[in-house]
């Protein structure tokens, strides 16, 4: 009998342990959701805005465009394209003639782009948001929101040549971890007009980031923007308590083959997406070197898509990720 009540306290121990920490389980992870939301446009001849939105209440991440075609139009012959130089390749001149004057986070879940081709030819674009929904999908019975901040800007006067921005710490929140996200710029102010070679994150905490511009005035400018995001959800569930988004960041070294239009991806590797892409050309910029023509978001994937125009030689350049897990902590 000793032995048997022994073995009944034992039992009832387990039990009472099980019962201490079941609660816990409202606690486990979620699914982000992340989704994308895309958008086809077709310019005939003329530049225009166009606004891409997430669903109502939800956060966009990053906002891209991709230059699929650009029309001959044979009575546009620059050579380069107009303030970018004295020497060029006809072969790509039509392509380094559209450009985006302005990629911005109008609001918490949506972009503005402005796009103006220069060469009077019909031009075929793609549109991108990747969205986090907020309230997420419902596990354990609750959803996790997150918090995201105004839009912070910051003066960007271009010289005519390369320029380079950083943006601010984000520190929204003191209390909680933030990154940044929803890069943009606007130069419809000016009579400047830009091409992007670099949009680098330059903190491990992924809360500043520093951005280029090849620009065609120097007398011009305009502003660079962004948000911030607080990692960890706003309290849910009984006990209460808060998700956290888990990241990576994932840098490629790429050779850029010569006088090519090409797709270079970042592969996130199972489990996570590529939320948010970066780049970095280096020196290796301008209208006869390497030229931003866009990217696009795939599921686990970022695809960058450059023009080498340089008939000669080939040049490394870096992509990057930031690489979000499809689950919460």
Partial sequence: MPRIRSIVVLGLTACASLAFTAPA??????????????KHVDLDGEGSDYTISCKSGDIA???????????????????????????????????????????????PGTYTFSLTPLGGGDVQIKLWLVCLPSPGPTASGHSATWNVGGLH???APTTGAGDTFSTNACDDNPTEREITIANGFD?????????????????????????????????????????????????????????RLVYYHKAVSKNVTKNLAQTLSVDCGDHYKAVIGTWDFGANFGFNKLWFLGMDPRPKTRAFKVLNADPTNDYAATFDALCLKDRTT
């Fill in 61 to 107: 991440l990053d906002g891209m465009w991709r230059i699929d075609n650009v029309d001959q139009d044979n009575d546009y012959e620059p050579s380069p394209p107009p303030g970018f130089g004295t020497t060029g390749s006809y072969l790509w001149d039509n392509l380094e003639s559209v450009f985006v004057d302005k990629a911005e986070a109008t609001g």
């Fill in 25 to 38: 389980m409202a606690g486990k992870s979620h699914l982000t959701g992340v989704y994308k939301v895309e």
């Fill in 187 to 243: 130069f419809t102010g000016s009579t400047a007009h830009v091409n992007q070679y670099k949009r680098e994150t330059s903190s491990p905490a992924f809360d500043t980031y520093d951005v280029s511009f090849l620009s065609d005035s120097a007398s011009g400018g305009g502003h660079i923007s962004w948000r911030c995001l607080e990692i960890r959800s706003n309290s849910v569930g009984s006990p209460a308590h808060k998700h």
């Fill in 153 to 155: 800007t910051k003066s």
